[in-house]
């Protein structure tokens, strides 16, 4: 068989070399030049159309746009060698943008859209740039990375103000002479800067030259051709299939959405796009997804893959889903290289191969000895281009370390050459370890895991056990699979003789592996994520990260990076995660026996919110929501989000009263409630006049929710954007009640998303007892949407027994719970640690907890269960401390969270030190519009700082750990000396006899507040008041902790409609009673 391209082997000199292609542009002539010519020659052909922007340019039109763009550089007085920065996704105009630069012979320098700030400037700083192209979504961090440079920017979408929007840019008139620049340097000046992967550390700037050579890619693409790649402009593949477009008069697709594997298959199937080119991660990704068993993939011609390794797996798998007559193209470069050093144009033939050696190249294999190897000999891979570099943009020293004096890259890839000319990478050279003595590559274990079933992708790295290189796996299981580490370990010692080789140093299963913003897998980072999170079970080292300002006696959470744009709605991250994964469940009813899948919920959600929108509501208007958990009541929920109108969620039980003074504060203009409490809810609301619909038992005079959820969905149905942006109101909750009557709390739609339960991921099965009227309830609910995890629901009142069952039959693996909820599950003849052994994550705040409840359930867990005590109050929105570490913490509810900030206060309003007890004051520097309707409670509660004033009283410990003491109004006086009854709480709670225990004060015209406590008996055991005095008196010596005011044994204690202990209608119970 004769194969492509033509090579010749030297073995003299043990040099490979490839043959080169022949000119069809004339070699004087620039990017820029061939570009501009060849879109005049098909000016009605269409060149460009984005899916996500419903946009279509014709070749004239885009032509246009880019010399107005060329224009507006050259108004500027711009020289060639001036720098022009990007920072974009693919909108429709960022092609004009590079178009526009190459027509004046000026370089671009592109960044990463997902570049921290930190990065952006050190980046800028080099190149720097004369004006800046970036998204709206990146503009705060760009504009603050680049103050320096005083440059201005321009915004390519979701324009902010201060910035440049495209459109005015496109208005500059063009000169009918417009011709395109000569470069000033010919061939050795720069065309773009990139950046490196950023696989050996921080990413550098890569000069890449306007060299004729770039005319030549991709030749066997034509006119009739459909182009398709998700790189942006910082990628080699961004850029080299923008230039093919423009050369090849092919027609380009793109999308300014991140990538989605669903979408990418119907984007394919949609515009029979036949030139694909992406990253093997991306592969990964696409065959594990619903769609691809599908003909999605018909009418590809060329696939073209690049960029990182590739598992065989995955090749063959997509290769059988190519038509016999599509050219599936593996090939290697790199960054700095310039171009494409090898091509695979036989995978049939030649699987597993990178291929052979492109355009005039050469290529020699070294050892570390740096003598050359000849074929099927293993070395460093070693490229020649010929060409001109001018090195990393201002960093020579690292520019001599890549490229050496004759002009050879030295790769840090290892690999050898097959007797047919075929390149095999074998692994990164920096990547070689040794157990044993003896020397090993992760590929070569890593190609026995690829070929277990359940594995999507692999990342092998070492693990230093006493200074040996122990191999350990992370893995990233198939969605829908099953797959313990054991099966990984146990795989590989079936199927690898050699020990030195064998998992070693253990297997972590992930949901996905780190990669560098060019897609490559970042071995390093992979390894740092498993040995921080995973190793150690955020346990070892304490987390979350704080630091504290001894001056000003502050605790600060360190800020966690956004994952999603901080410009999104919830319900936009919610629309278009539930878009990515159709097919999984989302949800389980247990008591009414109904699953949902994300598709199905998706599309009740648009109904609900349709219907809303049908009303004619506008997103200032309130919905109401009085309701269980039952099947629908998470699609009113999303609707809402969707519409950007915010809910007002009420507990069932609030009586009449309660229910039309908060309703009366809201006005909502319709009601989503159960038939249970239609009657109540129409009594409180009837001077409303306003629609109720019932979720279950439907009564006469409502609206059933299945006729809402009859609304026919448009297909082009969008989430709306928010009026006021982010810090919108999302929804309206109740304070807990603990001080009064429930207060009406706003919760903006800012910074909701970042504080989702990150560690719950796509395989995790999630029960939280609360309905949406909790803090909790609407953190799961919006978790579930986000995370695209399974939940379980239920629309029974809490039974410990019936929950217990329900983690056991549906392997829950996340539960979130209050403490009463704890306590009465301990005392269950079902609590035992055969049904919380599916438990990965347990996580309870709301109210304190009493030491023997946290330590019983603790014992029945998994020791690999994250067990972890949380603090907030509905009025923060978010979380603001959490404890990881239970063992080393016990009784903590931790440290501060995501960008929180704390002090301790004493009656003076002076911040106090380390191990002081004073009242605890949280900031988030979060949006927060208060409550509803009374700005008088809010300034109560948050002074003019921003600072909350929580009213619970607390110290911090030497590591940063939080510890509650009790409420501050909960404070007792006896006798003149003060006391607080969490201290005797802690007692009592200790009595194997008591299950819950609240301690108040009774009052005594003599002395004060005399110690009394209401204690709930274990199921079957005996306690008479006395024993409880007696256990007191035995176990606290000061006289004025004892219990002066008595024991009450009651069968419950009062709590708000949260969950939490009512101390004061706890007293009022008992007080009453006698």
């Avoid at 909108?91 to 590079?98: F, L, M, Q």
């Avoid at 146990?490 to 297997?507: R, T, Y």
């Avoid at 304490?542 to 999104?568: C, V």
């Avoid at 409840?853 to 998994?862: H, M, N, Y």
């Amino acid at each position: 068989m004769k194969y492509i391209p033509e090579i010749n082997y030297n073995a003299d000199d043990k040099v490979w070399s490839g043959q080169e292609p022949p000119a069809y542009f004339a070699k004087d002539l620039s990017v820029g030049e061939v570009i501009f010519h060849e879109m005049q020659r098909h000016l009605k052909l269409i060149a460009q159309i984005s899916a996500s922007e419903n946009t279509v340019l014709t070749r004239e039109e885009l032509l246009l746009n880019s010399m107005r763009v060329a224009n507006y550089l050259r108004n500027m007085k711009l020289e060639q060698s001036d720098v022009i920065g990007l920072i974009a996704r693919n909108t429709t105009h960022i092609t004009a943008v590079a178009y526009g630069c190459f027509f004046n012979a000026m370089a671009f320098h592109s960044l990463n859209i997902n570049f921290e700030q930190e990065k952006i400037e050190h980046l800028f700083n080099m190149t720097k740039p004369k004006i800046i192209f970036c998204d709206g979504d990146e503009y705060e961090k760009v504009k603050a990375a680049t103050k320096e440079l005083n440059v201005p920017i321009v915004t390519m979408r979701n324009h902010k103000d201060g910035s440049i929007g495209i459109e005015e840019v496109l208005k500059t008139p063009v000169d009918q002479f417009f011709q395109p620049a000569r470069p000033e340097l010919g061939s050795k000046q720069n065309l773009v800067i990139l950046c490196s992967s950023g696989t050996t550390g921080n990413p550098k700037a890569v000069t890449m030259p306007n060299n004729p050579a770039d005319t030549k890619i991709f030749p066997f693409v034509t006119t009739v051709d459909v182009l398709y790649s998700p790189s942006t402009l910082d990628w080699v593949t961004g850029l080299l299939v923008t230039i093919t477009s423009g050369i090849r008069s092919a027609t380009r697709i793109i999308s300014d959405k991140p990538f989605n594997p669903s979408d990418l298959l119907r984007l394919i199937k949609k515009y029979k796009v036949t030139f694909l080119m992406q990253a093997p991660p991306h592969m990964a990704l696409m065959i594990n997804c619903p769609e691809f068993n599908e003909d999605y993939l018909s009418s590809i011609l060329y696939c073209i893959y690049t960029g990182a390794g590739c598992s065989l797996e995955v090749q063959q798998k997509f290769r059988q889903r190519l038509s016999p007559q599509s050219l599936f193209v593996f090939s290697y470069s790199f960054t700095e290289f310039c171009g494409v050093g090898s091509i695979n144009l036989h995978f049939d033939q030649k699987p597993g191969s990178v291929g052979r050696l492109a355009g005039g190249y050469k290529l020699k294999i070294l050892n570390d000895q740096r003598e050359t190897l000849g074929p099927n000999q293993v070395g460093e891979i070693c490229l020649h281009s010929g060409k001109y570099w001018a090195g990393y943009y201002g960093n020579p020293e690292e520019s001599r370390k890549l490229r050496d004096s004759n002009l050879w890259y030295h790769t840090g890839d290892l690999g050898y050459v097959d007797d047919d000319g075929f390149l095999y990478i074998v692994d990164r050279k920096k990547d070689m370890l040794k157990y044993s003595g003896l020397m090993y590559y992760p590929h070569e274990i890593e190609n026995v895991i690829s070929q277990m079933p359940e594995v999507s992708e692999v990342c092998v790295f070492g693990v230093v056990i006493n200074n040996e290189d122990a191999a350990a796996a992370a893995v990233v299981r198939k969605i829908g699979t099953q797959l313990e580490p054991q099966d990984v370990i146990d795989f590989v010692a079936k199927n690898v003789q050699a020990k030195h080789k064998h998992l070693n140093g253990g297997v972590f299963v992930l949901d996905d592996l780190k990669r560098t913003n060019n897609g490559k897998t970042d071995r390093r980072a992979t390894k740092t994520y498993c040995l921080d999170k995973v190793v150690n079970n955020v346990r070892m080292k304490y987390l979350p990260e704080i630091s504290y300002n001894a001056d000003e006696k502050i605790w600060s959470g360190k800020e966690q990076p956004a994952y999603f744009s901080a410009d999104l709605s919830v319900g936009q991250v919610i629309f278009h995660e539930m878009q990515r994964h159709p097919k999984l469940v989302a949800q389980i009813s247990d008591t009414e026996n109904t699953v949902l899948t994300r598709e199905e919920l998706l599309l009740n959600s648009k109904r609900v919110a349709i219907y809303l929108r049908n009303l004619d509501l506008e997103q200032s208007d309130i919905v109401g929501i009085i309701a269980r958990n039952t099947t629908h009541i998470f699609a009113v929920a999303y609707g809402c989000f969707f519409n950007g109108m915010a809910f007002h969620s009420l507990n069932i039980i609030y009586e009449q009263e309660t229910i039309e003074k908060l309703f009366d504060i809201t006005k909502p203009k319709i009601i989503f409630c159960d038939g249970d409490e239609y009657e109540k809810v129409k009594e409180a609301t009837k001077h409303l006049n306003l629609k109720i619909v019932t979720m279950r038992n439907h009564k006469d005079g409502s609206i059933s929710i299945d006729e809402v959820l009859a609304t026919p969905v448009d297909p082009f149905f969008l989430p709306a954007s928010l009026e006021q942006g982010v810090n919108q109101t999302l929804a309206v909750l109740c304070s807990s009640g603990t001080t009064g009557t429930p207060k009406a709390v706003t919760v903006p739609n800012a910074n909701v998303v970042k504080n989702i339960l990150p560690l719950v991921t796509i395989s995790d099965v999630l029960y939280v007892h609360s309905t949406l009227d909790w803090m909790t309830g609407l953190f799961a609910a919006i978790t579930t949407g986000v995370q695209s995890c399974l939940r379980i629901i239920s629309d029974e009142p809490f039974n410990p027994s019936d929950i217990l069952r329900l983690i056991k039959k549906y392997k829950v693996t996340f539960l979130g719970q209050v403490p009463p909820h704890m306590a009465q599950m301990i005392n269950s003849p079902e609590f035992d640690s055969d049904y919380l052994s599916s438990l990965k994550f347990y996580f309870y705040g709301g109210t304190g907890c009493s030491l023997e409840v946290q330590e019983r359930i603790r014992r029945c867990l998994p020791p690999n269960c994250v067990f972890a005590f949380g603090y907030a109050f509905t009025e923060l929105c978010g979380g603001g401390t959490g404890n990881f570490h239970f063992d080393q913490k016990t009784g903590s509810v931790g440290r501060l969270l995501d960008g929180v900030k704390m002090k301790i206060l004493n009656e003076q309003n002076e911040p106090l030190g380390p191990h002081e007890v004073g009242e605890i004051c949280l900031y988030t520097g979060r949006f927060w519009a208060g409550y509803y309707g009374n700005p008088e409670e809010t300034r109560k509660l948050r002074d003019r700082n921003l600072w909350y004033h929580t009213g619970d009283l607390g110290y911090v410990d030497d590591d940063g750990f939080l510890f509650i003491v009790d409420r501050k109004k909960d404070m007792l006086k006896y006798n003149v000396i003060m006391y607080y009854p969490h201290e005797i709480e802690k007692v009592i709670s200790q009595m194997p006899e008591v299950s819950e225990v609240c301690v108040f004060g009774k009052p005594n015209t003599l002395y004060g507040d005399e110690a009394a406590a209401a204690i709930v008996r274990k199921t079957g055991v005996q306690l008479d008041p006395q024993d409880v005095i007696n256990f007191v008196a035995k176990h606290l010596q000061p006289k004025h902790m004892q219990l002066n005011g008595g024991v009450f044994i009651i069968d419950s204690l009062k709590y708000t409609s949260n969950g939490k202990t009512d101390r004061r209608a706890t007293k009022a119970y008992c007080l009453g009673q006698r």
